[in-house]
């Protein structure tokens, strides 16, 4: 059976345009395969908290003892196998709820190693997908707003973890007026890409 790990952190919730893409990318990939088991983590409703000195010097007492709660998340992430993350367009790149729960999974000796001057990663996926809804348009045309960094950040760290390939579902220029809807062009491209991943 396949576990797939959805991880939201949309924070509008039900009035979020990436967390709706999100679930059809979900609806349309779970069609090709029903016995896929969804887990999720909800990160707008759980607090987690950055790690700071305390919280940091109790996960690196901890290191090896892999069954401590303290490593849940990090546990969870590097046991799925397809690993999906919706999240709006904010500031450049995510929320910082997402940033936190990147810095909760990195955990040396259980989602990664290095060894010399390389990573070893120890995660099981080999693809993630980033859902997103972006205000303006960051498509390299000439009404680019600036860099988009949520993909770059999110393909660093998924290489330091070992899951090969990032793909980014992106609705952009929502809040732009358009004759057309972006939202239902992605639409159509995450069906499209939920079967890719097949
Ligand atoms: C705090 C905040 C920061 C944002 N930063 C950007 C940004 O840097 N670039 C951009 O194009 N849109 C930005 N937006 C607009 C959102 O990307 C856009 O409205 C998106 O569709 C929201 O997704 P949601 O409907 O899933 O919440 C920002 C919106 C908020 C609330």
């Known amino acids: 059976m396949q576990r797939i790990l959805f991880v939201t952190g949309c924070i509008r919730e039900e009035q979020s ?17 029903p016995e896929a088991e969804i887990a ?30 303290v490593f849940d998340l990090a ?3 590097r046991d799925a196998d397809l690993l999906v993350i919706a999240a709006p367009f904010w500031n450049g790149s995510f929320p910082a709820c997402v940033h936190t729960y990147l810095e ?8 990664f190693d290095c060894e010399d001057d390389r990573y070893i990663g120890l995660c099981s996926a080999k693809n ?31 290489t330091m973890v070992g899951v ?7 609705a952009e220029g929502l ?3 358009s004759p057309t809807d972006p939202l239902q062009t992605a639409m159509a491209e995450a069906a499209q890409l939920a079967q890719t991943l097949a």
């Open 40 to 69: 999720t983590v909800d990160l707008p409703r759980m607090n987690l908290s950055p790690l700071d000195p305390d919280s940091l010097r109790q996960r690196d007492q901890a290191l090896g003892q892999w069954n401590d709660p």
């Open 75 to 77: 546990r969870q992430f």
């Open 128 to 158: 993630c997908v980033l859902v997103t809804t972006r205000g303006g348009r960051y498509d390299g045309g000439v009404n680019m707003l600036g860099d988009e960094l949520a993909t770059p950040i999110l393909k660093a760290i998924m």
């Open 104 to 111: 909760h999974i990195c955990v040396p000796g259980l989602t």
């Open 175 to 177: 809040d732009l007026p």
């Open 17 to 33: 345009r990436s967390l709706r893409l999100a679930r059809h990318f979900l609806e349309s990939y779970r069609q090709s395969h």
């Open 164 to 170: 090969p390939r990032v793909s980014t579902l992106a």
